[in-house]
């Protein structure tokens, strides 16, 4: 069971089942550093990732 992971140009494949704060760590991505979106929608970080989930990570900018 997988998930497909996105940033910039980069695809990563996690398993199924596990948050996604979880998923963020184990590919040692800050999860503070980026939202998570599936289908347009913005995920928390407690989000269950489902089987066949395409997530699309984009990166927190911040500037003053």
Request: no cysteine.
């Amino acid at each position: 069971m997988s998930v497909k992971i996105i940033l910039r140009d980069e695809e990563y494949e996690v398993r199924a089942g596990q948050s996604v704060r979880s998923a963020l760590e184990k590919l040692q991505i800050p999860p503070e550093a980026v939202l998570a979106t599936r289908e347009g929608e913005l995920l928390t970080d407690d989000e269950i990732l489902r089987e066949g989930d395409v997530i699309k990570l984009v990166a927190v900018i911040s500037g003053g």
